[in-house]
């Protein structure tokens, strides 16, 4: 397992850059937003990664760069390729192969090990299918069909994510799942119903093999029955994927590619208006950053889940955390669990609908010396000597609580 240079919250995006646009003043705006860690799309122009990377070695921020020529021959010298650009500080690695099936495994496999070999110092990126690609694409790859949504059992998912933690080391399971819907009247906003079920899944493989959690959120629209996500759908992603223990975020897609609706920067390269509400959670999560990474997950469970509420079923569901006496609440939450040398912390989450905006009103009955609460808009320690707190959580919206236990 190659190790990371350094253990901190990783965010980017997928498809970060539009070639065409490279600029000072375009990696700037990347580099506003508190990304620090980016994608590129598929390139093959030495020229244009040279630029780029001489941009994000002066803006600080690191590149893993697509350059697809890498996966595409087995023959390629990959040395000879990589050398022209792996002397800039920036680029930290190639992403080797964009959602692989189980059967292109072994390829990706030797290219990931050649690619060590011949690129020393670098590393070799893989991201993952979704649970909701088809039987056919968890086995020969996303490019097998379009991926129809709702199709595949679990419990082939799982085997499909046990078999890339057996066959690679990476230091991180990385996955996009995207779940802004639209309902069949194609006015309805929905959440795709396996959502939470996806992430616990993947959070359940990464505890399994001691992996870091790498997810891509969802922040633009390119197919039906997709919509386009608003500020309070983005939040309510950051959140949730706080819960399951994310240590890297990433935008699909901080650029926007070609027959998609706006990315964190539009086809223009200017700002769109979810470029702010990014640019707010990335800094309240660099602001928690060292409480947050010093304590690990141990899994999740929901309150009040119902029928009508699909996507905050999982089956995974973590029985008793010791800090917690009693959540009382009407409201349906979703409560991420963590554990530290020095104490606990918890993520929680309004998981109402959120077409329907409505609060979470919740008490917590816990066991510490000090609770601390943590918004993106305010950090408090609550001390109460019976050990009762109320928090309301606005729609779509979350708070990380830490416990001491000293």
């Known amino acids: 397992m190659f190790p990371l240079k350094e253990k901190r919250i990783r ?40 630029e780029l990377l001489a ?64 690129t020393p110092g670098k590393d070799a990126y893989i991201n993952l299918l979704p649970m909701y690609a088809s039987t056919a694409q968890l086995e020969y790859g996303a490019d097998v069909q379009a991926i129809q949504y709702y199709e595949t059992k679990g419990t082939t998912y799982r085997e499909h994510l046990e078999e890339y933690c057996r066959k690679f080391d990476t230091p991180y399971v990385c996955v996009d799942v995207y779940p802004c819907r639209t309902a069949e009247d194609g006015v309805t906003r929905t959440l795709y119903p396996g959502y939470l079920e996806n992430l616990s899944q993947i959070a359940s493989c990464c505890r399994k093999y001691d992996r870091e959690l790498w997810i891509m959120v969802q922040d633009l629209v390119w197919y039906q029955p997709a919509r386009e996500p608003d500020a309070m759908d983005l939040r309510w992603q950051f959140w949730t994927v706080m819960a399951f223990g994310a240590a890297a975020i990433f935008h699909y897609c901080l650029a926007t590619p070609p027959g998609h609706t706006d990315g964190l920067l539009t086809a223009e390269g200017k700002r769109s208006p979810l470029f702010y509400t990014a640019k707010q959670f990335h800094g309240f ?44 609440t009407e409201d349906p939450l979703l409560v991420g669990c963590f554990e530290g040398e020095n104490g606990y912390a918890m993520t929680i989450v309004n998981m109402h609908p959120l077409s329907e905006v409505k609060p979470a009103k919740i008490r917590l009955a816990l066991r510490g010396r000090q609770v601390t609460l943590h918004t993106d808009t305010c950090t408090c320690t609550m001390q109460n000597p019976d050990g009762c707190y109320d928090i309301t959580l606005p729609a779509g919206e979350g708070c990380y609580i830490t416990i001491d236990k000293r």
């Open 11 to 50: 965010l980017g995006g997928w498809w970060s850059v539009d070639p065409a646009l490279i600029s000072d003043g375009y990696i700037g705006k990347i580099a506003e937003t508190g990304c620090d860690f980016i994608m590129t799309a598929q390139m093959r122009d030495t020229e244009k990664i040279c």
């Open 55 to 118: 941009l994000c070695d002066w803006y600080g921020v690191e590149c893993v760069v697509y350059d697809d020529r890498i996966y595409d021959n087995e023959d390629i010298d990959i040395g000879a390729i990589t050398k022209e650009y792996s002397h800039y500080a920036s680029y930290v690695g190639n992403m080797i192969k964009d959602e692989p099936g189980v059967t292109q495994f072994d390829h990706v496999r030797r290219v990931y090990d050649r690619f060590r070999r011949e």
């Open 285 to 328: 999560l660099k602001s928690i950053e060292d409480v947050y990474l010093s304590c690990r997950p141990v899994g999740a469970f929901h309150v009040n889940c119902r029928e009508d509420l699909p996507y905050l079923q999982f089956e995974e569901q973590l029985a008793g955390f010791a800090p917690v006496q009693a959540i009382v």
